[in-house]
């Protein structure tokens, strides 16, 4: 079971129509007048972009973009696993995976594959129960689970030490990679990360005036914007049902949080991240119908005591990447677990980074790497 298959994207013709033919047919709910996107995505907007992927975005063209990286699969632990491998001209590179979040997927990092395989031989998965990894396998598919199901990849790829990359949920996954494989992950570079205060009131004192605001932001996070992960965290297969069956349903629930965890300069997902990207991604969660396993992550991670235990302060050198205008991350609370060599701090972007600020993450994750060697 160890085998490494080539793997294409080929979604059938049969496939495309119905996508376009259920767009077409959408039976639109109304909207409480004047909320804008207080409440969720406004009516008006959502409709000119189901128009648009129904009629003017061309799925062929990116299927086409996709398939010029190099794609496998392999089963771990009786999971499909989906990946890119990119090797670099230099065969003495250092080896980078790169893991992204929810709802995230591997065509997040399509804009900076190649500039990294100028100095890494990259590798891109797609995490279990999302996109081209397919449904899982099982239940227990929590973060451990899956950070071993990597450093087993990376085995398999002939790969000793390595660096590795993840934001938002990648990011968590990438920090267990590090203590799983301590003594082959060689370096973790971060962004999108998550960071939580203790209950000592001294986690409070000295706190800068930007420190306080993305702690208020994350105090926001909780109380107004937590919605989705209650109800992925408790009833995943119940939302499954309307996400499966409506491509206007999944297009609402993953372009809100588009619009909520991107640049908040941006007054629009697309104008972060390009309204092609952002149908792309959606477009891999329909085609595959991965809205409901994708969601299970959140009820397996919410029922995962190991997830939410203090733990220990790894040794593994991490750096990690703010964006200012929407990330929460204070240093202090991070380097209680992580050893938090480098911070940099970017004016602009948000949680994904990588198609929002592909030239300032690459060139991040190359000046870390670079102390590293």
């Known amino acids: 079971m160890t085998e490494i298959k080539p793997f294409r994207i080929d979604i059938s013709d049969a496939d495309l129509s119905e996508l376009r033919d259920r767009l077409r047919r959408t039976r639109w709910s109304g909207e409480v007048p004047g909320a804008g996107w207080s409440r969720g995505v406004p009516v008006d907007y959502l409709k000119g972009l189901a128009d648009y992927w129904a009629d003017g975005y061309d ?4 299927e086409a973009r996709l398939n010029e990286f190099p794609q496998f ?11 890119v491998h990119v090797r670099s001209a230099r065969e003495d590179a250092t080896p980078l995976l790169l893991l992204h979040d929810w709802p995230g997927s591997f065509t997040q990092f399509t804009e900076v594959v190649e500039p990294l395989s100028r100095d890494f031989h990259v590798i891109v998965t797609s995490t279990p129960g999302v996109g081209f990894s397919g449904p899982l396998s099982g239940p227990g598919w929590n973060t451990g689970r899956i950070a071993g199901a990597f450093v087993e990849l990376m085995a398999r790829l002939g790969y000793d030490r390595y660096g590795v990359q993840g934001g938002g949920g990648g990011a968590w996954i990438a920090a267990e990679m590090s203590r799983q494989a301590s003594d082959r992950v060689v370096g973790v570079h971060l962004n999108g990360l998550v960071t939580f205060p203790s209950d000592d009131p001294a986690d409070f004192a000295g706190l800068t005036e ?5 702690l208020a932001r994350l105090q926001n996070f909780r109380d107004d914007m937590m919605g989705f992960n ?3 965290s408790t009833r995943p297969q119940t939302l499954a049902y309307g996400l499966h069956d409506s491509p206007v349903g999944q297009l609402a629930w993953i372009t809100e949080k588009f619009k909520e965890w991107t640049d908040a300069a941006a007054d629009l997902p697309e104008d972060a991240v390009g309204r092609d990207h952002l149908l792309t991604n959606v477009s891999v969660y329909w085609f595959t119908g991965t809205a409901g396993s994708s969601a299970n992550l959140y009820y397996e991670m919410a029922h995962d005591p190991a997830a939410w235990a203090p733990k220990e302060r790894g040794d593994v050198p991490v750096a990690v990447a703010v964006a200012l205008t929407t990330d929460v991350a204070v240093r202090r609370f991070a380097e209680r677990e992580l050893d938090v060599v480098r911070w940099t701090e970017f004016e602009r972007g948000g949680n994904f980074l990588s198609l ?12 870390f790497f670079q102390t590293l060697s």
Do not use: K, M, S, Y
């Open 73 to 83: 699969t392999t089963e771990i632990d009786g999971q499909n696993i989906h990946f």
């Open 59 to 62: 799925w062929r063209g990116a």
């Open 356 to 367: 929002e600020q592909p030239d300032l993450l690459v060139e991040d994750v190359r000046e």
């Open 230 to 232: 209650v109800i992925q």
């Open 210 to 214: 930007g420190e306080q605001e993305r």
